[in-house]
């Protein structure tokens, strides 16, 4: 396997205390995050957000989409619960890097939505590879979950990577006047269960 669990600390947040994971991918040089809480042995399901990076929303507080609210509101529940993962993979743009994704937000000004845009820059509607979320979870012994999203395609990619999702827990946060439109088309073209 080609991810390797390199560095690991304490890290107190406003929700607890988490340990951080620092995850090297040696294919793709990429440096992942896993923040766990609690004791992830035993039978019972473990609470699991995969989280994709979104430089906009995690860290600059854009209205454009529902990221943020959502990575705040999985570090609650974990913290919550007493027990759980955060996956903070470094897909940004659903896979396409920030860079693309700013010119399809460019293109969203003109009036396409999120899947037209992607398309138009010669991408699929989703890029991402959730295979290293298997991979990560397996890595930490983690092997059957709740998982908190609103994406049946990362339900069941996790799933074909060999880790049973108990339940599936919606994670309905963030929505304002400028993801209206957004998160209509994430429920249209690309499936989410709202
Ligand atoms: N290409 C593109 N990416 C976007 C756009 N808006 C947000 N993103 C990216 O979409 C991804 C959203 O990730 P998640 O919230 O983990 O995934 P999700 O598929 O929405 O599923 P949930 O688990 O229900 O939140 C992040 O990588 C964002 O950077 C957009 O308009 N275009
Ligand atoms: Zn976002």
Redesign the pocket.
């Known amino acids: 396997m080609s991810l390797i669990d390199a560095a690991k600390a304490k890290l107190p947040t406003a929700w607890g205390e988490f340990e951080i994971h620092a995850l090297e991918d040696e294919e793709t040089q990429k440096e992942h995050v896993a923040l766990t809480m609690g004791d992830l042995t035993g039978d019972e399901p473990v609470l699991v957000?995969?989280?994709?990076?979104?430089?906009?929303?995690d860290a600059l507080f854009s209205m454009?989409?529902?990221?943020g609210p959502?990575l705040e509101a999985a570090l609650q529940k974990i913290a919550e619960a007493g027990r759980g993962v955060l996956l903070y993979l470094r897909?940004?743009?659903?896979?396409?890097g920030l860079v693309?994704?700013i010119r399809?937000?460019a293109l969203?000004d003109q009036g396409m939505d999120?899947v037209e845009?992607?398309e138009k820059l010669g991408?699929a509607a989703?890029a991402?590879d959730f295979s290293l979320a298997g991979k990560t979870l397996q890595a930490l012994n983690v092997k059957t979950i709740k998982l908190?999203?609103?994406?049946p395609?990362?339900v069941a990619s996790i799933e074909s990577a060999g880790i049973t999702v108990e339940e599936r827990v919606p994670?309905q946060y963030g929505k304002n006047p400028h993801n209206e439109k957004?998160l209509s088309t994430?429920h249209g073209k690309?499936g989410?269960l709202f």
Not at 49 to 57: N, P, V
Not at 148 to 151: D, E, H, I, R, Y
């Open positions: 957000r995969i989280h994709s990076e979104c430089l906009t929303g454009r989409c529902d990221c959502q897909q940004e743009g659903r896979g396409i693309n994704k399809a937000y969203q999120t845009a992607n991408f989703d991402r908190m999203t609103n994406n395609r990362k994670m957004y994430k690309l989410h």
